[in-house]
């Protein structure tokens, strides 16, 4: 079962988060575009629309596939993605700069299979929550390579270090997940995770309500924390 909403914020003249699901196929696309202008939700919603595409004309073909197959299709739709958003910011000389972070996401029985590119996250609630998605972000990079949290600029945790639509070659995070009964996902744009923390997240994805409640109730915390971006989720609830 899913659930999935996009809100503007408190502080956005415009929502540069794009989302798509096929519940009966189990796939999710979550993108959060960057650009002056409306170039950032051009890159989020051209990303999001061609790797969606991309991924349900292939589908037929996963139901029985090895993970390598699944893996593949979510790596074309990326690169899919990635060529289109460079194509039109090519024509286009004043989106030259624009971007956009991508989640792609396939649940095929009781497996999930993840890709990202960017800072848009994936979480597993499983009595505690944990990330899927890798961010790829400068904190992060310093954080792998040693740095104590306290010496990380804030700015460094927004300053991408990939995109989609900034450089020909991606290097994506990829991931696995074998699911078990009553598993809850959540899908999110940093419009959430900025104004929420793992804590807070997670109080709320207990509460013994229905996933579309949890939703609108994460948007309305986010809003009062400030709405400072817009804020796109999807909850899935593993069966």
Known sequence: MFFFATDIGRRRSNNQDAVLI????KVVVLADGMGGHSC????SNLAADVAFSSI?????????????????????????????VITHSSAFP????????????????????LYNIGDSKCFL?????????????IAN?????????????SNAHHALTQAIGLNETLFPATNIISLRK?????????????????????????????IQEKGHLLIEKANAAGGHDNITLVIYHHG
Do not use: W
């Open 22 to 25: 096929s519940e009966d196929d």
């Open 40 to 43: 950032g939700e051009i890159a």
């Open 56 to 84: 349900c004309n292939e589908l037929s073909k996963l139901r029985h596939s090895a993970n390598d197959r699944v893996f593949e299709v979510l790596l074309n739709a990326g690169d899919n993605a990635n060529n289109a």
């Open 94 to 113: 004043e989106c030259s700069q624009m971007g956009t972070t991508l989640v792609e996401a396939i649940i095929i029985k009781n497996k999930l299979y």
């Open 125 to 137: 609630l499983r009595g505690s929550l944990m990330q899927l998605t890798e961010d790829h972000t």
């Open 141 to 153: 990079m310093l954080k792998r390579h040693g740095t104590s949290p306290l010496n990380i600029p």
């Open 182 to 210: 009553n598993d809850l996902l959540l899908f999110c744009t940093d419009g959430l995770t900025d104004a929420l923390n793992n804590r807070e997240l997670t109080n709320i994805l207990l509460l013994p309500i229905t």
